[in-house]
């Protein structure tokens, strides 16, 4: 069994920050890839950013500049900072993981329970 547990959210202002964290645990034999991925009311799932074990990232345009993902490799936890937060980027945020379990020959992914960001005044 794989476990993704997400810390982090809650409610802000417009303009202030908060810092994600997702640990993955259990029966892991490597990990490829964590991310962040967010959904809104009444909207898809879409990315947030991604950072590979050897550090290569990858965010959404809207993200850009405005949150860093950042990993402990160590740890297995993946972090998301996000700063001059907007009323739009209010939405239920998951984890995402694309890795190898133990005793698996193929990656594959699983998400976290999902955290609610709310931005509001």
């Known amino acids: 069994q794989v476990q993704l547990v997400e810390s982090g959210g809650g409610l802000v202002q417009p303009g202030e920050s908060l810092r994600l964290s997702c640990a993955a645990s259990g029966s892991i034999f490597s990990i490829y890839a964590m991310g962040w991925f967010r959904q809104a009311p009444g909207k898809q799932r879409e990315l947030v950013a991604t950072i590979t074990t050897g550090g290569s990232t990858n965010y959404a345009d809207s993200m850009k500049g405005r949150f860093t993902i950042s990993r402990d490799n160590a740890k297995n936890t993946v972090y998301l900072q996000m700063n001059s937060l907007k009323p739009e980027d209010t939405a239920v945020y998951y984890c995402?993981?694309?890795?190898?379990?133990?005793?698996?020959?193929?990656?594959?992914?699983?998400w976290g329970q999902g955290t609610q960001v709310t931005v509001s005044s």
């Open positions: 995402n993981a694309d890795l190898t379990p133990r005793g698996w020959s193929r990656r594959r992914d699983y």
